[in-house]
């Protein structure tokens, strides 16, 4: 079985752009959440989506944003790119909110120049 | 603000030794705990969890302790391997809460 795929892999983009990344859970996972780390940094929350529904949301600001599809892949949307937004995204994906037995994807590195 | 901490942000262990990683938490409403193992260039793994009417847990090769007295948390690895080279994270969930809060990571070197 495939586990989590994340893409794309690496993104280099410019500051003011736009970017969406593009999360596939695990077969049969429903719920989705998006982490942001930093270099040298913990992963901090995003997103959790359940259902197609947002189901919580991190301190981040409304230049981000997620979706999640009926096939529960997921997108997580970024505008007005800053050079702070440089990080590793990671998606996990678990059968239900709640299950920190989550699966996490092998990330997207946006670099942000 | 809540946090999640690290005594140690690396910690040198001779193969076949124990390793203790150590996690301080700043919020007394948590009620469970999780510790992921993050290798180089990978996504973060999930290897144990503890709840907070629970002060040990084992698994295989791997014990969580918590003391809630102190708010501190540990991960102990027996008979540490190569393969056990990685960043580890403790993460904490405030009660009623979905998010989850990490902490900064312990990275573990195995020497030969």
């Known amino acids: 079985d495939a586990g989590v795929t994340q893409s794309p892999t690496h993104l280099i983009k410019t500051r003011g752009q736009h970017v969406t990344l593009r999360c596939s859970p695990i077969?049969?996972?429903?719920?989705v959440s998006w982490y942001q780390q930093v270099l040298g940094q913990g992963p901090q929350f995003i997103f959790q989506y359940y259902e197609k529904e947002e189901r919580g949301r991190g301190n981040f600001p409304d230049r981000f944003s997620a979706r999640q599809f009926p096939n529960y892949s997921s997108e997580l949307n970024v505008n007005a790119l800053l050079l702070g937004d440089s990080a590793l995204y990671l998606c996990a994906s678990s059968l239900v909110p709640g299950n920190y037995e989550q699966y996490f994807g092998p990330g997207t590195r946006l670099t942000v120049t | 603000g809540e946090s999640v901490g690290l005594h140690l942000p690396t910690l040198s262990v001779q193969e076949g030794d124990n390793s203790i990683i150590n996690c301080a938490y700043s919020n007394s409403a948590s009620d469970y705990f999780i510790w992921y193992k993050q290798e180089s260039g990978k996504g973060p793994q999930f290897i144990i969890d503890i709840r907070s009417n629970m002060d040990k847990r084992q698994g295989q090769r791997v014990t969580v302790l918590l003391n809630k007295t102190v708010k501190h948390l540990s991960l102990q690895i027996a008979a540490t391997q190569p393969g056990d080279s990685a960043v580890y994270f403790c993460a904490e969930r405030p009660q009623g809460n979905y998010q989850l809060i990490w902490g900064a990571g312990t990275k573990l070197i195995i020497k030969p």
């Open positions: 077969s049969g996972h429903k719920s």
